[in-house]
């Protein structure tokens, strides 16, 4: 069974560009993650989706935006990109949530965001 | 506020020995969980603790959550070189701010052959 597959695994842009990253979940998980990590950090939570709504964000700029397609996929949006918008973005899935808690999550390798 | 705090943030042992990392969070929660993160990649999961368990076994993997004090533990047995890693707990948290699995800032585990 494929895990969870991150697209592309680096991606260097310019100050002020936009960035695309893009995720695909485990077969049969509704639910994704994206989360951002700085270098030698720990990981803040960007968004959340589920069956193709968005269900919170993280304290982040609206340049930050995602959305889930039909079959569960998602794509994280970075607009006018700055230089501490480097960080490694990673991507997790989960089956549904079970009685309104967050079930285990499982995540794919990230991409490697560099702003130059 | 930061809802999951690590400490250690560094822990160096020799093989053999045993590592305990703990963790503490700020509000009621669902359930506790624990990843690892081998440098510059993904997380894996290792076990989840629902707020009801008092204690939990994976292997060499013992997790103790004590609500009442708001902490955790994560306790890796007979460590080996190959547990050298980051680790993290997860808490999935009733806060105002609406659901989420929210991460700490983790634990750096370096175990010396």
């Known amino acids: 069974e494929a895990g969870v597959t991150q697209s592309p695994t680096h991606l260097i842009k310019t100050r002020g560009q936009q960035a695309t990253l893009r995720c695909s979940p485990i077969s049969g998980h509704t639910s994704v993650y994206w989360y951002q990590q700085a270098l030698g950090l720990g990981l803040q939570f960007l968004l959340w989706?589920?069956?193709?709504?968005?269900?919170n964000r993280g304290n982040f700029p609206p340049r930050f935006s995602g959305r889930q397609f039909p079959n569960y996929s998602s794509e994280l949006n970075v607009n006018a990109l700055e230089l501490e918008d480097s960080a490694l973005y990673l991507c997790?899935?989960?089956?549904?949530?079970?009685?309104?808690?967050?079930?285990?999550?499982?995540f794919g390798q990230g991409t490697r965001l560099t702003v130059v | 506020s930061q809802q999951g705090e690590e400490d250690p943030q560094a822990l160096s042992i020799q093989e053999g020995e045993n590592a305990t990392m703990n963790c503490s969070y700020k509000t009621s929660i669902n359930n506790l969980q624990w990843y690892r993160q081998n440098s510059g990649r993904g997380l894996v999961h290792l076990i989840l603790?629902?707020?009801?368990?008092r204690e939990k076994h994976s292997g060499r993997l013992r997790v103790t959550l004590d609500t009442s004090k708001k902490s955790s533990s994560l306790l890796i047995t007979a460590s080996r070189a190959a547990d050298t890693a980051s680790y993290f707990c997860a808490t999935d948290a009733k806060e105002t701010s609406g659901s989420r699995l929210t991460f700490g800032e983790g634990t750096q585990l370096t175990v010396n052959p």
């Open positions: 997790a899935s989960s089956l549904a949530m079970l009685r309104g808690t967050h079930t285990e999550a499982f």
């Open positions: 603790i629902r707020s009801n368990e």
């Open positions: 989706y589920d069956e193709g709504e968005e269900r």
